[in-house]
């Protein structure tokens, strides 16, 4: 036989966990009407570490790709979850406690991933990919060079003027 004062102590303790998993997930906050601008925010977070600190771009590519697999895995596990506990009506049983952790876990890996991918593409538009990038055959303190060469035809963009308005033929 269960104590009544347990189920009671239970109760409350999934409806504090509730409330926290409420301020996580962004319920109340009051920039859910711009989701836009709080992933630019993370975004521009993973561009200042991109600035920060030199990772090299497979591993960066790397921790992508393994959170995007992760954050997929727990994005279906939070769906499944929620739709069993919200067919069955279960309010107090551990698949409702699990479902709130993989939405929070959910969210924690977008955010990640997020950043990851402002501190990637940092890094993809700023090392040095190509063995014929100029930076590295001019030296550091520069150089002074005449570029001679022949255009092999002119840009040609017809055009069509009619009654003083003009209309590209492309």
């Not at 992508?64 to 739709?83: D, K, P, Q, Y």
């Not at 950043?115 to 930076?135: K, Q």
């Amino acid at each position: 036989m269960v104590n009544i004062y347990t189920q009671f102590e239970h109760l409350r303790n999934l409806r504090k966990f509730r409330q926290l998993a409420n301020f996580i997930l962004i319920d109340r906050f009051p920039l859910v009407n711009q989701p836009a601008l709080v992933l630019a925010v993370f975004y521009a977070v993973g561009v200042f570490l991109g600035n920060l600190f030199v990772v090299p771009i497979f591993t960066l590519f790397s921790a992508l790709f393994i959170f995007g697999f992760m954050g997929l895995g727990v994005h279906g596990l939070a769906i499944r979850l929620s739709t069993a506990v919200g067919k069955q009506n279960y309010h107090a049983s551990s698949l409702d406690c699990v479902g709130g952790l993989c939405e929070i876990a959910r969210v924690v890996f977008l955010v990640v991933i997020v950043i990851l991918m402002g501190w990637f593409n940092y890094t993809r538009h700023t090392s040095i990919i190509s063995p014929y990038d100029l930076r590295r055959t001019i030296p550091e303190k520069g150089a002074i060079a005449v570029v001679r060469g022949e255009n092999r035809h002119t840009a040609h963009n017809p055009a069509l003027w009619n009654e003083g308005t003009c209309a590209i033929i492309s």
